[in-house]
């Protein structure tokens, strides 16, 4: 359980480029899904895939992060957790035993568009995760003997893997400073405050908004027909009354402000290793005006990235020397705003201003002369070679079409991506990159060392004096 983190630099699925391999002339053909949808709105997807008898289950709400209420941030992670405290029939925690009792893993995320339930059991044993999942959709029992206890985990979750990590810190002051208004500024796991201050009520209320049949895509991926699986979705999730449920797109409020581009620093005695990161809002599956920015812009990030043949690493790493690592990342798949950032880690005694000169260099040079058609077609294929194995995969295909349908897409747009990554030009390419990375309102963030904190051999020699004072009181 906990939170699933996408923004800041996620990447498009590159495993749906396997389509690419066939012959032109053929119609792009990537998992050969399956899907159908239950008399009470929840759609079904199925991806055969026979290599083993084994299934991978997947249930996503369209809610996440971003549609909590004004303070009540959290409160959607919060609610992934109360999931496993049961119902009626299942105890608080059975139906994790259930599942591991029968060889199966499962486990949850949260993050801003979807919150997802999902198993990976052999293909038998479906009908009872199937049973169990359907079941706390409809039947889930929030108590404050078993909600309070959750909450102190969330809590402490938040203060291992956010306030703990200089990093996580300085992503939350990034995702606040470039979306402003907009919910995705607020963190998943949610503002501390807001989060000691959740309620079961709170929680029960996200639950009743939220979590309905017509409000869920379940997909299910491996040994199993779609023939097959209707009957048990009809037995289990289909008996379960459709509700109204919040538009969600107009509940989220204002889009983002552009703005002035801003510089955030974060100094502190954690961090060894300085970085910087550059980052814009740019288009994405939900939010775009045109939607070959989206293909151009995840091509794009392939010419740039693409490891140590990436543009940016050939030029500061290779050429100049400024860099001992860089990132490049597009978050595509996204209900609302996507983002497209740099990264670079200064080499050995790179000073920081350095690297940064030498990132806004590369940045300058390709708004001014763009990438070629040479590049545009090498990243193509670089997209298709990488993508040869999508379907030994059973999770994957499963997560790449329940995040396309929980963020405004169709199963057809996922089997089309090939074809539509195949048909963008240089001039999409450069006309892209120039409206995204050549505008204002950027967030330039540098994760720095404290230099006024102590050195390792410092602390060291604290701990040993304070041992000694120790030592000395107890004689």
Not at 190 to 201: D, I, K, M, S, Y
Not at 333 to 345: E, I, K, N, R
Request: aromatic share 6%; charged share 20%; hydrophobic share 45%.
């Amino acid at each position: 359980m906990g939170v699933f983190w996408r923004p800041f630099w996620g990447v498009r699925f590159a495993a749906l480029a396997l389509a690419l391999m066939a012959p032109a002339a053929a119609p792009a053909r990537v998992f050969d899904p399956e899907t159908f949808t239950l008399a009470n709105g929840l759609q079904v997807v199925v991806v055969p895939n026979h290599r083993a008898p084994v299934v991978t289950q997947m249930l996503f709400y369209k809610a996440g992060a971003a549609d909590e209420p004004s303070g009540k941030s959290g409160v959607a992670h919060y609610l992934e957790h109360l999931m496993f405290r049961g119902t009626a029939t299942v105890p608080s925690g059975a139906f994790s035993r259930e599942v591991a009792a029968h060889g199966g893993v499962e486990n949850a995320y949260t993050n801003q568009d979807q919150t997802v339930y999902f198993q990976t059991i052999a293909r038998d044993q479906l009908p009872l995760t199937l049973r169990l999942e359907a079941d706390r959709m409809a039947n889930l029992r929030i108590r404050p003997a078993t909600a309070a206890p959750e909450l102190a985990v969330v809590l402490n979750e938040r203060r291992q893997r956010t306030e703990a990590s200089p990093a996580a810190r300085l992503r939350e002051q990034v995702q606040a400073a470039l979306f402003q208004a907009y919910p995705y500024a607020r963190p998943v796991v949610g503002r501390p405050e807001e989060v000691a201050a959740l309620t079961p009520a709170d929680a029960r209320a996200y639950y009743m908004a939220w979590y309905a049949p017509n409000n869920a895509v379940l997909v299910v991926a491996g040994d199993i027909s779609a023939a097959t699986l209707r009957h048990l979705a009809e037995a289990t999730f289909g008996r379960i009354p459709a509700r109204p449920v919040p538009n969600r797109v107009m509940a989220r409020g204002a889009a983002v402000a552009s703005g002035e581009d801003r510089r955030i620093e974060l100094k502190d005695a954690q961090v060894r290793q300085p970085s910087l990161s550059r980052v814009w809002v740019a288009p994405s599956h939900g939010w775009a005006a045109e939607p070959a920015q989206v293909y151009a812009l995840e091509v794009l990030q392939t010419i740039l990235g693409g490891g140590a043949t990436g543009r940016l690493y050939q030029a500061l790493v290779v050429r100049q020397g400024l860099a001992a690592g860089v990132s490049v990342d597009y978050l595509a798949d996204a209900l609302g705003p996507g983002q497209f950032s740099l990264g670079v880690v200064p080499g050995p005694e790179v000073a920081v201003a350095d690297a940064e000169a030498g990132l806004n260099a590369e940045l300058a040079r390709l708004l001014h002369d763009g990438v070629s058609a040479a590049e545009v077609a090498a990243a193509i294929r670089r997209l298709q070679v990488g993508a040869i194995y999508a379907r030994d995969s059973l999770q994957g295909p499963a997560s790449e079409f329940g995040v396309a349908l929980t963020t405004g897409q169709s199963v057809a747009d996922v089997e089309a991506w090939p074809d539509r990554v195949a048909a963008i030009t240089v001039e999409d390419v450069n006309r892209t990159l120039r409206t995204v990375l050549g505008g204002r309102g950027s967030v330039t963030a540098l994760l720095l060392p404290d230099p006024d904190a102590p050195t390792p051999e410092e602390e060291l020699e604290d701990v040993a004096a304070a041992q000694g004072m120790a030592q000395g009181a107890v004689r």
